[in-house]
């Protein structure tokens, strides 16, 4: 049998065990010692080749096929990662040039078909080698060496300077990236400040951010444990993240500003896409403007979001010149801004919003609009205590998107109050029961809040002023349907539409008999038949259960609400030239409650209103006597009440804004206490935490509860 060496040795040229060789390294990676022009000679070694790996260097030179290079790059790869195994360790790129890896059945047809004998020696003399697993089978120290000096190229750009390779392939990768990031931040500040930035800078620095926010974005959406790793990752980069967005948040646009030569653009009213510099900038703006999105919608920290949204508000007009990347940042604000989050982040993504859509009213306004009040009226549905605040800031935001356009905000306003004037029909006319819970429902209750507000918030209303009759006359509706003591708070909620409408509008609207139609719907002499826990809030609930109807809480509360509301509207009225003939019904029917009312405390409550607006009557009556102009000349009404008002000495508006300065005082203790107490007890969590944390929680544990434990007598 033939050995491995005298099997070789036929294939040798005669030459070649005579001479001596010169064996020459496959491996892409340069020698530590090589220049990178190749110039350098390389030793001779004098032994004879002997070993499989050697007979593939010299049998290289003599050009052999596509096949065999193939099979040779396998084998020796197979081999070589046989030997690492045993405890050495070589670094080597020859499979990187051989392609793809193949599977093991298709290498052993391969080389059955090419060469059956040398097939058949391989498998009696080292079977082992035939054994391809998928891991020899890898090429991961070809793309490992390739993945290190690609990171140097990137390095390389990004600070301007040419690195050495060898040593970026030594060395971790990110390391690399994130030691000359932080030298090419300071190249490009001092740059920036000394005003001999350019283009190419410019380039660099939103490279270096989208380089670096990729990672971090990458894995959001994908399996928690992706998202944790990722996040791990990441915790390293993200100092260097937001040095880079502040870098950028502070000189990009001044920057480009002074290359392209924007302010002709401005002057002319025209599209940064003109100007004769933009191509060079516009693909690295693009992908800026892309990784900023991902960012915002993969929701990472809040500071560097905040930061992030406010250089999009500076960079607008640039924005605006990728319609396509506009919509996607439009659709990651908007989700960003329902969310319950940062303050400040909330109030930054609406900014954005807003100013985008004063961009291009005809393009943006109205797709901004539209998913706004669709995001406000889906938060609205779910409306709570703890949701409350977040709704009302919706609310608010929306009012000044709809004020940009008061002819598309009359279109919208329109066809909300039809589409509730529908639900009040069926459900009032029709007797459809099925519409009943929508008509009762917050959607409805604060989509009415909304177009309230825009009359509270906009003070010309132009065409908006003929929609102010029919929101009036459908809130009456839906107070006329809610007559029941369950749906009070409903009533409630609507009588404080028709007062924010009565004041903004300066419109006379009949309020008082609303609040007056309690009294004569409710006893308030029943006993309760138990005690209630805590006070009711009106200001969550839309509707009593039949519990709470029969606990104390049930009246106190009404009785606290009409109390308010009764003391708003004599307050409003106060200055009305009207105002002895406006109380006069309120005053006959609180006296009439008086008189049948058994508890001192509401009695106390209404009786303090009754003096009041018989005082504020009996001032309003002398003053109006002492003037000489007639009842018909609205003009000379209009000033004299104004005048009045200027002096502020009405005895029921003094009264308003003394109860009004102690329910403030009274708000802000209360919310004081309750910070103490959500302090305390996460005090309270945090020390528990520290003492699971200790070593010795569970040994002081069992002894606190062996001291503790009562010994047990004997029979």
């Not at 391809?132 to 991961?140: A, N, R, V």
């Not at 900038?281 to 990472?300: D, P, R, T, W």
Request: glycine share 4%; proline share 3%; aromatic share 8%.
């Amino acid at each position: 049998m033939e050995t491995l060496d005298e099997f070789f040795h036929k294939f040798e040229e005669p030459e070649a065990s005579k001479q001596r060789t010169n064996v020459p390294q496959l491996s892409g990676k340069k020698r530590k010692g090589e220049r990178g022009n190749g110039n350098s000679k390389q030793q001779a070694v004098d032994t004879e080749v002997e070993t499989l790996d050697e007979f593939f260097v010299s049998f290289e030179k003599q050009a052999p096929s596509d096949s065999e290079m193939k099979f040779n790059g396998k084998v020796t790869m197979a081999k070589k990662r046989k030997s690492r195994d045993k405890g050495g360790r070589e670094k080597t790129d020859e499979l990187a040039s051989t392609g793809k890896p193949a599977k093991p059945e298709k290498v052993r047809k391969i080389l059955h078909a090419e060469d059956e004998a040398f097939a058949s020696f391989l498998e009696n003399e080292d079977p082992e080698l035939l054994e391809f697993q998928d891991e020899d089978l890898d090429d991961s120290d070809a793309s490992g060496e390739e993945g290190n000096i690609e990171s140097a190229n990137i390095v390389s750009e990004f600070v301007g300077d040419e690195n050495n390779l060898e040593d970026a392939a030594e060395s971790e990768p990110e390391d690399i990236v994130n030691q000359s990031l932080v030298k090419g931040v300071k190249k490009w500040t001092r740059l920036c400040e000394s005003g001999t930035a350019n283009i190419a800078t410019c380039k660099s620095m939103t490279r270096a951010f989208v380089e670096l926010s990729t990672p971090m974005t990458a894995a959001f959406g994908a399996s928690k444990k992706s998202r944790e790793q990722a996040m791990q990752s990441s915790e390293s980069d993200e100092v260097l993240l937001n040095s880079i967005m502040e870098l950028i948040s502070l000189h990009l646009k001044p920057t480009l500003s002074k290359l392209l030569g924007t302010k002709v653009a401005e002057k002319r009213e025209m599209l940064y896409t003109s100007l004769p510099k933009w191509t060079s900038v516009s693909s690295a703006l693009q992908k800026y403007f892309m990784a900023s999105c991902k960012v915002i919608e993969a929701n990472l920290q809040y500071d560097l979001i905040y930061k992030l949204l406010k250089h999009l508000i500076v960079m607008r007009s640039y924005l605006r010149c990728f319609p396509k990347v506009t919509n996607q940042v439009i659709a990651a604000v908007s989700s960003l801004w329902v969310q319950k989050s940062n303050a400040d982040v909330e109030l930054s993504a609406f900014l954005l919003l807003e100013r985008i859509a004063k961009l291009d009213m005809e393009v943006y306004h109205q797709e901004i609009v539209r998913k706004a009040i669709a995001a406000y009226q889906k938060k609205a549905s779910a409306s709570s205590l703890d949701t409350l605040s977040k709704i009302a800031f919706m609310q608010q935001c929306v009012v000044q998107l709809l004020a940009l356009d008061l002819n598309y905000t009359y279109k919208l306003m329109f066809d909300s109050v039809k589409s509730i004037v529908l639900l009040v029909k069926a459900v009032s006319i029709d007797k459809k029961k099925e519409s009943q819970p929508e008509l009762c429902s917050w959607k409805t209750v604060h989509t009415l809040y909304l177009w309230v507000s825009v009359f509270a918030s906009i003070k010309n209303f132009g065409i908006l002023a003929s929609l102010v009759y029919p929101i009036v006359e459908t809130i009456k509706e839906i107070i006329n349907f809610a007559s029941g003591p369950r749906y009070y708070p409903l009533r409630f909620h609507c009588i404080d539409m028709l007062v924010i409408l009565a004041k903004s509008t300066g419109k006379f609207i009949p309020i008082f008999q609303h609040v007056l139609d309690i009294f004569s719907q409710t006893d308030f002499n029943v006993r309760p038949k138990k005690l209630s826990v805590r006070p009711f809030n009106l200001s969550g609930t839309i509707r009593f259960s039949e519990q709470d109807l029969s606990e104390k809480g049930f009246l106190d509360c009404v009785v606290e609400r009409m109390y308010r509301l009764l003391l708003e509207i004599m307050s409003m009225h106060a200055y009305s030239i009207a105002s002895p003939e406006l109380f006069l019904l309120p005053i006959v029917h609180i006296r009439k409650f008086l008189k049948a009312c058994a508890n001192k405390e509401y009695v106390q409550k209404f009786k303090q209103l009754v003096e009041k607006m018989e005082e504020n009557a009996q001032f309003i009556s002398t003053e109006r006597e002492k003037v000489a102009f007639s009842i018909h000349d609205s003009n000379q009404i209009a000033k004299w009440e104004a005048s009045m008002e200027k002096e502020g000495k009405a005895p029921a508006a003094l009264f308003h804004k003394r109860y009004v300065e102690i329910e403030l005082k009274n708000k802000a203790v209360r919310e004081k206490i309750s910070n103490q107490q959500k302090n305390s007890k996460q005090r309270r969590k945090d020390r528990k935490r520290e003492d699971r944390n200790k070593p010795d929680f569970h040994s002081r544990k069992v002894k606190k509860w062996k001291k503790g434990k009562k010994p047990v007598k004997s029979a």
